[in-house]
Nanobody, 120 residues
Framework: QVQLVESGGGLVQAGGSLRLSCAAS????????MGWFRQAPGKEREFVGQ???????YYADSVKGRFTTSRDNAKNTVYLQMNSLKPEDTAVYYC??????????????WGQGTQVTVSS
């Protein structure tokens, strides 16, 4: 199993930036894909982006061009750089992991979430 801990959330003005981190521990010697999700109050959880073990990425249309995910496998840490933030980006952000070297269609392990609030 892998345990995930997010950090880096906070309050930022619209147009600002934040970088989230997701540190993995446990069974990290096996390749795994990482995903980012978010859930705003009263809304369903939505996909934000994913990064494969080798570093390939893809994103939801709502964040494409503004958010970038990256990973440092030596540190077992994944990052989500969020630029040009908008009030509608306000949500609890979660990282998630799925073992495998390709894209994940289902994530089995989740972090506790970190709050991101963007003020207008």
């Amino acid at each position: 199993q892998v345990q995930l801990v997010e950090s880096g959330g906070g309050l930022v003005q619209a147009g600002g930036s934040l970088r989230l981190s997701c540190a993995a521990s446990g069974r990290t010697a096996t390749s795994y894909a990482m995903g980012w999700f978010r859930q705003a109050p009263g809304k369903e959880r939505e996909f934000v982006g994913q990064i494969s073990w080798s570093g390939n990425t893809y994103y939801a249309d709502s964040v494409k061009g503004r958010f970038t995910t990256s990973r440092d496998n030596a540190k077992n840490t994944v990052y989500l750089q969020m630029n040009s933030l908008k009030p509608e980006d306000t949500a609890v952000y979660y990282c998630a992991a799925a073992y495998g070297s390709g894209w994940a269609t289902k994530f089995d392990y989740w972090g506790q979430g970190t709050q991101v609030t963007v003020s207008s």
